[in-house]
């Protein structure tokens, strides 16, 4: 039986490495998901297993872009090496509102707002804010066009963004990326900077829920463990192909398709858990 649930595992991985980079929200098919694929582990252990395999997905962001975030290489001049000394101020200086309001709101918000109706309503009006701000800004030239032009006043304009994000069925990349384009940034800088401010985020999120795990005196199993391990050498993998795909997707389309797949599924989740109530 422990097979069914290393595979039932592999799938959360597969579905986190997915929805965690693209703008759909990875809570909201979590909650879907979770209907229909239950591990077989305590409450307390699985909600911090949702959160922790972000970090397999967190660790295909430097290995793709390790060119472009490490900041010693002696290969490089000193010049280029200042130029990405930078780019980390920007992102912690981005990852800021999100990190305070998180540690202080995060209790409250899972009480409160981790709920299907938080969650669809989330997917539906940003899936109609992808779409509106794409059609606005159809034809339109950007103010920036890389990531190392973005301002630290553009990366804390998105990093208010991200705060957003803290409202399950939003998405933290869907959150961000939305908040570049509506601050002039491209749709490829605001994608990049968008998984370069993920590192310290989830990095942060993924830590402090284990610390709660442990500091309430929750214990895992060794399967457990191996489940959790399983679930995030996966994210990691369809991470590395998902960041890359998205990349490369933002050079020829908009995200308009991002759009109508959030409120699609936002409708589904909205039926599915109203019928579910009056059966």
Same mark, same amino acid.
């Given at each position: 039986?422990? &097979?069914?649930?290393?595979?039932?595992?592999?799938? !959360?991985?597969?579905?986190?490495?997915?929805?965690?980079?693209?703008?759909?929200?990875?809570?909201?098919?979590?909650?879907?998901? =979770?209907?229909?694929?239950? !591990? /077989?582990?305590?409450?307390?252990?699985?909600?911090?297993? $949702?959160?922790?395999?972000?970090?397999?997905?967190?660790?295909?962001?430097?290995? $793709? #872009?390790? /060119? +472009? !975030?490490?900041?010693?290489? +002696?290969?490089?001049?000193?010049?280029?090496? +200042?130029a990405i000394w930078n780019i980390w101020g920007k992102v912690l200086v981005g990852a800021i509102p999100a990190a305070v309001l998180g540690l202080l709101l995060d209790d409250l918000l899972d009480e409160h707002l981790y709920n299907y109706i938080v969650v669809a309503i989330a997917l539906i009006v940003y899936g109609i804010a992808f779409i509106f701000v794409e059609k606005n800004k159809a034809e339109k030239k950007y103010r920036i066009e890389m990531v190392e032009d973005i301002t630290y006043t553009d990366a804390l304009k998105i990093g208010a963004f991200q705060v957003l994000s803290l409202v399950p069925g939003t998405s933290r990349s869907g959150s961000t990326i939305l908040g570049g384009m509506i601050s002039g940034v491209s749709r490829k800088a605001s994608a990049e900077f968008s998984f370069f401010m993920a590192i310290p985020i989830m990095l942060g999120a993924s830590g402090l829920k284990v610390l709660k795990f442990l500091l309430e005196g929750f214990t895992a199993s060794g399967d457990e463990i191996a489940l959790l391990l399983v679930? &995030? @050498? @996966?994210? #990691? !993998?369809?991470? #590395?192909?998902?960041? +890359?795909?998205?990349? =490369? #997707?933002?050079? *020829?389309? /908009?995200?308009?398709?991002?759009? %109508?797949? *959030?409120?699609?599924?936002?409708?589904? @989740?909205?039926? %599915?858990f109203l019928i579910k109530s009056f059966v």
């Amino acid at each position: 039986m422990f &097979i069914i649930e290393i595979l039932k595992a592999i799938i !959360l991985g597969i579905v986190e490495g997915i929805t965690e980079w693209l703008p759909i929200s990875s809570t909201g098919h979590m909650i879907l998901l =979770d209907e229909f694929l239950h !591990l /077989d582990v305590s409450a307390e252990f699985l909600e911090m297993f $949702l959160v922790v395999i972000q970090l397999g997905a967190i660790c295909a962001v430097p290995v $793709l #872009f390790w /060119d +472009r !975030l490490w900041p010693l290489s +002696r290969k490089k001049s000193a010049e280029v090496n +200042r130029a990405i000394w930078n780019i980390w101020g920007k992102v912690l200086v981005g990852a800021i509102p999100a990190a305070v309001l998180g540690l202080l709101l995060d209790d409250l918000l899972d009480e409160h707002l981790y709920n299907y109706i938080v969650v669809a309503i989330a997917l539906i009006v940003y899936g109609i804010a992808f779409i509106f701000v794409e059609k606005n800004k159809a034809e339109k030239k950007y103010r920036i066009e890389m990531v190392e032009d973005i301002t630290y006043t553009d990366a804390l304009k998105i990093g208010a963004f991200q705060v957003l994000s803290l409202v399950p069925g939003t998405s933290r990349s869907g959150s961000t990326i939305l908040g570049g384009m509506i601050s002039g940034v491209s749709r490829k800088a605001s994608a990049e900077f968008s998984f370069f401010m993920a590192i310290p985020i989830m990095l942060g999120a993924s830590g402090l829920k284990v610390l709660k795990f442990l500091l309430e005196g929750f214990t895992a199993s060794g399967d457990e463990i191996a489940l959790l391990l399983v679930g &995030i @050498v @996966v994210s #990691f !993998l369809v991470s #590395f192909f998902v960041i +890359r795909f998205l990349m =490369d #997707f933002v050079k *020829r389309h /908009d995200f308009k398709i991002f759009g %109508y797949y *959030r409120i699609t599924l936002g409708l589904i @989740v909205l039926v %599915y858990f109203l019928i579910k109530s009056f059966v």
